[in-house]
């Protein structure tokens, strides 16, 4: 038997054979032999006896897997537009030059794989990187030189670390350079906390009463969509179904969001906690929480956090001595996938699938992981849950409006003073927390991601809420000297690269809008782009299928709508009302190249 053999045999026994735990399969396949070969795909189709299409679909969906082998240390450079804005080309160049490579390609002598990847969740410290699971951070052309030159003496990326980051991060599990600038503590998710306490007053009273509690509460998710979740719990409890699910999402991949990370680092027994209080709500005995690939330098430590509460008792039979209710979290690691965040994708990852999204209804809380009806709900939700256990609800809707209760980190990161966590109350405006965080010339904020929306100084008066400007929680700010229009370009090459492509709409009508969008940057543009980009993405935005489609024009969409002048200002018709279409001297560059000489163009 060769090493390839018994490895893949030895790994899928590991996972019980199952095939509902492919990505714990191909992850730990590709960490061993530096990628999933098509022989190693042959070999765990036959092993766990499934179909090599369903083995390869999933090993060509996610990024961090590969058919071609990669150097034993990656180092992947974090591209988003707040990593460039703080210089990230000036890292990736000193990359290239020490390496003799460019992005996606490996030194000759199979050591050190380069690659460019979308947000890493590390924006309030960037420029930023991944080497393997090791984060880095405040990168510098200088930094990324001694990086190249320490790795090729001992290639072991934990030994880059000199310093460890503040709280948790310097726990001997974590042991990382990530701050969690925690920047204004507020006072539900940041206030101190009585361990066990919100499970013992949740299994004092019955599951109806927990779920009228949380309604009570008018506590709304905090990943983005804002739905009540007293209510999805109630759909969930009240479906059919000898089996239910709590599922954590902590995939916190929407560029610019970090409050995940840092709730994980600081807060993690308060996931766990709101975890088990919903599997006590709608009658689940099992929880997941998918926690993003690019945070697997955190697994250790949360395995570790989940050990010490089954212990003691808050975990596992009959929790803190009630009869009759057990439950286990287990925690399952995603692998670079933007789409599933996305819940229903999510469940198709945690069933050891490619992470495509589903068409709904069916809701996750009627059919959701392995068809068992589910709840799906953030990180800072499952937060807020405790909360409400522990202090009552009163307390909880004392804060915010009736549409907004309760407070909301903020993620802010960009042009600013003090990037990091902010726990506002519902309700501050915008200008107040770009004073707060040192963004005071703001010329642009990004409210809420790439999926959220663009809005300039004369929105500063409004209100961070549901009803007004809502977020997930990540808060861009661009100084006087950004482009909008770069940051929109940014952006859509993010949706590009990271859509599903299983509806037409958003696997093509995003590459037209970038398109279009180039061709105004390049000064090429006519008036009429301008309305050819609204309809677009307005179909773009209907058409698709999924959450990641409907929201992917925005940011086309929203600077159109408060920047335009920018736009105009790259379409104005010629004096004589001449449209430049068509560029003559573009179009004959090549063609004088060639020849060695330039033509005479006629104005
Ligand atoms: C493309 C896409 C990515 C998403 N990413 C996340 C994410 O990283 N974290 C999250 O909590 N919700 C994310 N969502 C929203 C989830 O689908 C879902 O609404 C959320 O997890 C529900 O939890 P909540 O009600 O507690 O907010 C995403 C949605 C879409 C369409
Ligand atoms: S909208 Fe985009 S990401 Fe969603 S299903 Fe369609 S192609 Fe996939």
């Given at each position: 038997?060769s090493?390839?053999?018994?490895?893949?045999?030895?790994?899928c026994?590991?996972?019980?054979?199952?095939?509902?735990?492919?990505m714990?399969?191909?992850r730990?396949?590709?960490?061993?032999?530096?990628?999933?070969?098509?022989?190693?795909?042959d070999?765990?189709?036959?092993?766990?006896?499934?179909?090599?299409?369903q083995?390869?679909?999933?090993?060509?969906?996610?990024?961090f897997?590969?058919?071609?082998?990669?150097?034993?240390?990656?180092?992947?450079?974090?591209?988003?537009?707040?990593?460039?804005?703080?210089?990230?080309?000036?890292?990736?160049?000193?990359?290239?030059?020490?390496?003799?490579?460019?992005?996606?390609?490996t030194?000759?002598?199979?050591?050190?794989?380069?690659e460019?990847?979308?947000?890493?969740?590390?924006?309030?410290?960037?420029?930023?990187?991944?080497?393997?699971d090791?984060?880095?951070?405040?990168?510098?052309?200088?930094?990324?030189?001694?990086i190249?030159?320490?790795?090729?003496?001992?290639?072991?990326?934990?030994?880059?670390?000199?310093?460890?980051?503040?709280?948790n991060?310097?726990?001997?599990?974590?042991?990382?350079?990530?701050?969690?600038?925690?920047r204004?503590?507020?006072?539900?998710?940041?206030?101190?906390?009585?361990?066990?306490?919100?499970?013992?007053?949740?299994?004092?009273?019955?599951?109806?009463?927990?779920?009228?509690?949380?309604?009570t509460?008018?506590?709304?998710?905090?990943?983005g969509?804002?739905?009540?979740?007293?209510i999805?719990?109630?759909?969930?409890?009240?479906?059919?179904?000898?089996?239910?699910?709590?599922?954590?999402?902590a995939?916190?991949?929407?560029?610019?969001?970090?409050?995940?990370?840092?709730?994980?680092?600081?807060?993690?027994?308060?996931?766990f906690?709101?975890?088990t209080?919903?599997?006590?709500?709608?009658?689940?005995?099992?929880?997941?929480?998918?926690?993003?690939?690019?945070?697997?330098?955190?697994?250790?430590?949360?395995?570790?956090?989940?050990?010490?509460?089954?212990?003691?008792?808050?975990?596992?039979?009959?929790?803190?001595?009630?009869?009759?209710?057990?439950?286990?979290?287990?925690?399952?690691?995603?692998?670079?996938?933007?789409?599933?965040?996305?819940?229903?994708?999510?469940?198709?990852?945690?069933?050891?699938l490619r992470?495509?999204?589903?068409?709904?209804?069916?809701?996750?809380?009627?059919?959701?992981y392995?068809?068992?009806p589910?709840?799906?709900?953030?990180v800072?939700?499952?937060?807020?849950?405790?909360?409400?256990?522990?202090?009552?609800?009163?307390?909880?809707?004392?804060?915010?409006?009736?549409?907004?209760?309760?407070?909301?980190?903020?993620?802010?990161s960009?042009?600013?003073?003090?990037?990091?966590?902010y726990?506002?109350?519902?309700?501050?405006?915008?200008?107040?927390?770009?004073?707060?965080?040192?963004?005071?010339?703001?010329?642009a904020?990004?409210?809420?991601?790439?999926?959220?929306?663009?809005?300039?100084?004369?929105?500063?008066?409004?209100?961070?809420?549901?009803d007004?400007?809502?977020?997930?929680?990540?808060?861009?700010?661009?100084?006087?000297?950004?482009?909008?229009?770069?940051?929109?370009?940014?952006?859509?090459?993010?949706?590009?690269?990271?859509?599903?492509?299983?509806?037409?709409?958003?696997?093509v009508?995003?590459?037209?809008?970038?398109?279009?969008?180039?061709?105004?940057?390049q000064?090429?543009g006519?008036?009429?782009?301008?309305?050819y980009?609204q309809?677009?993405?307005?179909?773009?935005?209907?058409?698709?299928?999924?959450?990641?489609?409907?929201?992917?024009?925005?940011?086309?969409l929203?600077?159109?709508?408060?920047?335009?002048?920018?736009?105009?200002?790259?379409?104005?018709?010629?004096?004589?009302?001449?449209?430049?279409?068509?560029?003559?001297?573009?179009?004959?560059?090549?063609?004088?190249?060639?020849?060695?000489?330039?033509?005479?163009?006629?104005?």
């Amino acid at each position: 038997m060769s090493d390839l053999q018994s490895g893949v045999k030895e790994i899928c026994q590991a996972c019980g054979n199952d095939r509902t735990r492919m990505m714990d399969i191909v992850r730990t396949v590709q960490a061993r032999y530096g990628c999933v070969s098509d022989e190693a795909i042959d070999l765990i189709a036959k092993t766990v006896s499934t179909p090599r299409v369903q083995v390869a679909g999933l090993v060509s969906f996610y990024a961090f897997f590969s058919m071609q082998s990669k150097g034993k240390v990656v180092i992947r450079l974090c591209n988003d537009i707040i990593d460039r804005m703080h210089g990230s080309a000036r890292s990736a160049q000193a990359f290239f030059d020490d390496l003799g490579i460019t992005f996606g390609q490996t030194t000759p002598d199979g050591a050190i794989s380069l690659e460019s990847v979308p947000c890493i969740g590390l924006s309030d410290q960037a420029p930023a990187a991944l080497i393997n699971d090791v984060p880095v951070t405040h990168l510098t052309s200088d930094a990324a030189h001694d990086i190249v030159e320490e790795l090729k003496t001992h290639m072991d990326p934990q030994k880059l670390v000199m310093s460890f980051g503040d709280g948790n991060n310097a726990h001997p599990l974590v042991r990382s350079m990530v701050r969690n600038n925690i920047r204004l503590p507020g006072p539900i998710i940041f206030s101190p906390c009585v361990r066990g306490e919100a499970i013992k007053k949740a299994l004092g009273i019955t599951p109806a009463e927990v779920i009228r509690a949380v309604k009570t509460a008018r506590l709304r998710g905090r990943g983005g969509a804002g739905f009540p979740t007293g209510i999805k719990w109630e759909f969930c409890r009240a479906a059919e179904g000898d089996k239910k699910y709590v599922l954590c999402n902590a995939d916190e991949g929407e560029p610019g969001t970090f409050k995940d990370r840092v709730l994980l680092t600081e807060r993690p027994g308060r996931v766990f906690a709101g975890m088990t209080i919903a599997g006590y709500a709608i009658g689940a005995a099992e929880g997941i929480v998918y926690l993003r690939g690019e945070y697997a330098y955190l697994r250790a430590y949360l395995e570790d956090v989940l050990a010490k509460r089954r212990s003691d008792g808050l975990l596992g039979k009959d929790i803190l001595g009630k009869k009759g209710f057990s439950f286990d979290i287990r925690i399952q690691m995603g692998a670079g996938a933007y789409v599933c965040g996305e819940e229903t994708a999510l469940i198709s990852s945690c069933e050891g699938l490619r992470g495509d999204p589903k068409t709904r209804p069916p809701f996750p809380a009627q059919k959701g992981y392995l068809d068992c009806p589910s709840v799906v709900n953030n990180v800072e939700t499952f937060c807020c849950v405790t909360k409400i256990l522990e202090q009552g609800p009163a307390t909880f809707s004392g804060y915010g409006s009736a549409g907004s209760s309760g407070t909301k980190l903020l993620s802010i990161s960009g042009d600013c003073t003090t990037p990091g966590i902010y726990e506002v109350v519902f309700g501050i405006t915008l200008g107040e927390v770009l004073k707060r965080a040192g963004a005071e010339d703001a010329i642009a904020v990004q409210v809420g991601g790439p999926s959220g929306q663009i809005v300039g100084p004369k929105d500063y008066g409004r209100k961070i809420c549901f009803d007004d400007l809502a977020t997930g929680g990540s808060i861009m700010t661009f100084g006087p000297k950004r482009d909008v229009l770069k940051t929109a370009h940014c952006f859509m090459e993010f949706f590009i690269d990271e859509s599903c492509g299983y509806c037409t709409p958003c696997r093509v009508g995003n590459v037209l809008l970038k398109e279009r969008l180039e061709k105004i940057m390049q000064g090429r543009g006519e008036p009429d782009d301008l309305d050819y980009l609204q309809q677009l993405g307005m179909t773009v935005k209907t058409a698709s299928r999924c959450g990641l489609g409907q929201t992917s024009a925005n940011p086309i969409l929203t600077s159109l709508a408060n920047f335009r002048p920018q736009y105009e200002a790259l379409v104005k018709a010629d004096k004589d009302g001449f449209k430049r279409s068509f560029d003559v001297k573009a179009a004959l560059r090549d063609a004088e190249q060639a020849a060695g000489h330039t033509s005479v163009v006629y104005p």
